[in-house]
Nanobody
């Protein structure tokens, strides 16, 4: 199985930047499409971004397109989410996910999930 551990969350002012990391163990991430989701209290988890196994394809939610960038480093067994121009609406718990299939923006479920990291954007 795959274990995923997110890090890099924290408190940032509007317009600031954060970079989230997702470190995997148990399996090499080259076997999986990787993605990021986010969730606020009492709200359904929503798709943020994902990347294919080869890294040749990426998809982003409309709400983050142009501000967030997803990348993967298979040698380090880690994926990253660079978040720029952050808004209060980006405040959420961010979850890393892995799946054997690549769904693009239609990704709803995953084979594996991390525990999440909190991102808070103040006004």
């Amino acid at each position: 199985q795959v274990q995923l551990v997110e890090s890099g969350g924290g408190l940032v002012r509007t317009g600031g930047s954060l970079r989230l990391s997702c470190a995997a163990s148990g399996r090499t991430i080259s076997s999986y499409a990787m993605g990021w989701f986010r969730q606020t209290p009492n709200k359904e988890r929503e798709f943020v971004a994902d990347i294919s196994r080869s890294g040749s394809s990426t998809s982003y939610a409309d709400s983050v397109k142009g501000r967030f960038t997803l990348s993967r480093d298979n040698a380090k067994n880690t994926v990253y989410l660079q978040m720029n121009s952050l808004k209060p609406e980006d405040t959420a718990v961010y979850y890393c996910a892995a799946d054997q299939n690549y769904y693009g923006s239609r990704w709803l479920t995953a084979d594996y999930w991390g525990q999440g990291t909190q991102v808070t954007v103040s006004s």
